[in-house]
């Protein structure tokens, strides 16, 4: 079995001179540089808006509104993990990691789980506590549904930007960080409908938001953590049969088996066994194998690396 070398950099389908197996390994650093300055944008409005929200919590004694704040202070501190996580990411391949450091990135979305579980049962325990009535009386006036809509509309604006930049930079760590802020826009609306309910005559609305909140962390919690660890567990990432038909129409192959993809979605590696006559010229096999890894690389540009295996097919399949 033989283990092809990385193509040349640009992904066209050609037989190219070999490569270093890293070549292809260094992620793009205009990338992580651009996931940076967005997490950098939102680290900054995510600090407004906790600060708002816990500074009138404090005075007004709404425990909806302070349990918000804590949870958009965790938004900023998983945007701080993120940028850590990114900063080790961004590093090339080197001879401890001949893989690479992409997956710092998804350790970094991993850790936003443990901030998100802390955050919850601190919201939890503010929320029993008012529950209890070990905690003194509202002071609910326009002032804070002013600020409740006003930082509504900055957390719908930043789950727009971070969604839009995760797509197209293909960042679990961007997706990650968006799908808790949608979590913040939904406990937004219940602190906005409890503080009116409040104001209404109905003060036990207030930690029965502060509940519904810790109820959404959790959810995004899980949301996040599922993600991470399909990625961490490696699991399969692109469709066999997607890799197989590709395969199949470079001339000369038999078939192909033993399709594995692991790694995220935007960076992934492949290794694969094909079959070639075994009567084929070992230099043949071994250029038409280079066809193989350069199509699927051109095809799809997610692949990083790919490691293809050549075999004889077996007895039952007959030269096409």
């Known amino acids: 079995m033989t283990h092809v070398p990385s193509p040349a950099a640009d992904l066209r389908p050609q037989v190219a001179a070999a490569k270093p197996p890293t070549s292809n390994l260094r992620p793009p650093t205009s990338r992580y540089a651009e996931v940076s300055r967005v997490l950098t944008r939102v680290l900054v409005l995510n600090l407004v808006v906790a600060l708002a929200k816990i500074g009138f919590g404090y005075l007004s004694g709404a425990v909806s509104i302070l349990s918000d704040g804590f949870h958009s202070l965790a938004d900023a501190a998983t945007n701080v993990v993120g940028l850590v996580g990114i900063h080790a990411a961004k590093q090339p391949a080197d001879e401890d990691h001949p893989y690479g450091h992409r997956k710092y990135e998804t350790v970094a979305a991993a850790a936003i789980t443990g901030v998100l579980l802390a955050i919850m049962f601190e919201v939890l325990r503010n929320a029993i506590d008012h529950l209890s009535g070990r905690s003194g009386p509202l002071d609910i006036s326009m002032a804070g549904v002013v600020i409740m809509v006003g930082t509504?509309?900055?957390n719908i604006g930043v789950v727009k930007y971070?969604?839009?930049?995760?797509?197209?930079?293909g960042s679990e760590v961007l997706l990650a960080d968006a799908l808790q802020t949608r979590g913040d826009v939904w406990t937004s609306l219940?602190?906005?409908?409890?503080?009116?309910?409040a104001r209404l005559g109905y003060p036990i609305l207030d930690p029965i938001a502060a509940l519904v909140i810790a109820g959404f962390i959790g959810?995004?919690?899980?949301?996040?953590?599922?993600?991470?660890?399909?990625?961490l567990s490696d699991r399969i990432v692109m469709s066999e049969a997607d890799i197989e038909r590709v395969v199949m129409s470079v001339p000369e192959v038999l078939g192909c088996e033993k399709i594995r993809t692991r790694g995220a979605v935007d960076h992934v590696f492949l290794d694969l066994h094909v079959w070639f006559a075994g009567a084929m010229p070992l230099v043949d096999a071994h250029a038409r194998s280079h066809e193989v890894k350069d199509l699927l690389m051109a095809r799809y540009p997610q692949i990083v690396d790919a490691v293809i295996h050549i075999e004889p097919p077996p007895l039952s399949v007959t030269p096409r």
């Open 152 to 154: 509504l509309l900055i």
């Open 162 to 169: 971070e969604t839009r930049e995760a797509g197209r930079l």
């Open 190 to 197: 219940a602190v906005i409908a409890a503080l009116v309910g």
């Open 219 to 231: 959810h995004a919690a899980f949301q996040i953590g599922a993600t991470t660890t399909q990625i």
